[in-house]
């Protein structure tokens, strides 16, 4: 008899404090009233901004300075040999008349030199808008601010292409 008293009192007891434990936790989980709500982050000036076309992906990242473009660590004349792709990485600073006015350094890989261009040129306006929200309707209106969503269609099984199919034989 007295071994069952003896185990049930231990077994109270072992509820008691697996009780109190879990009411000490719930304090210890509740939020402090004092500490502040978490506010969102704010970006630095030199933070990165991605800027995506088909398959290529430009990490960007602005720096006020006298307008050096450097991509993959070499100059942009160097990277971009036709004129047309560098005046497509450039039109956000032309658009926004700010041209001159920020050192860009640029990491760039897949796709082809077109689409690397066109997703550089994505990451400089979306990091021009961030930085000064003035600009925004001028990028905006120029069309700098939208992701070209065109990809290549995959291809599928039974076919040559994604849609070209066998030559149909009627022997």
Do not use: C, W
């Amino acid at each position: 008899m007295e071994n069952q008293t003896e185990k049930k009192e231990e077994k109270k007891n072992e509820a008691a404090s697996l009780a109190e434990s879990m009411t000490r936790r719930k304090v210890l989980l509740k939020k402090n009233p004092q500490v502040k709500a978490q506010s969102k982050r704010v970006r630095k000036p030199t933070d990165q901004f991605v800027g995506r076309r088909k398959t290529s992906v430009a990490r960007v990242a602005l720096k006020s300075g006298s307008g050096k473009v450097t991509i993959n660590n070499r100059d942009i004349n160097e990277y971009f040999s036709r004129s047309d792709l560098r005046a497509r990485v450039l039109t956000p600073f032309i658009v926004t008349e700010k041209s001159g006015q920020y050192d860009v350094k640029v990491t760039v890989y897949g796709g082809g030199i077109r689409g690397q261009a066109e997703a550089i040129s994505l990451g400089i306006a979306r990091s021009i808008d961030r930085n000064d929200e003035t600009v925004h309707s001028k990028l905006k209106a120029a069309g700098l601010l939208k992701r070209d969503p065109r990809m290549v269609e995959r291809k599928k099984y039974g076919l040559h292409k994604a849609r070209r199919a066998t030559q149909f034989s009627k022997r």
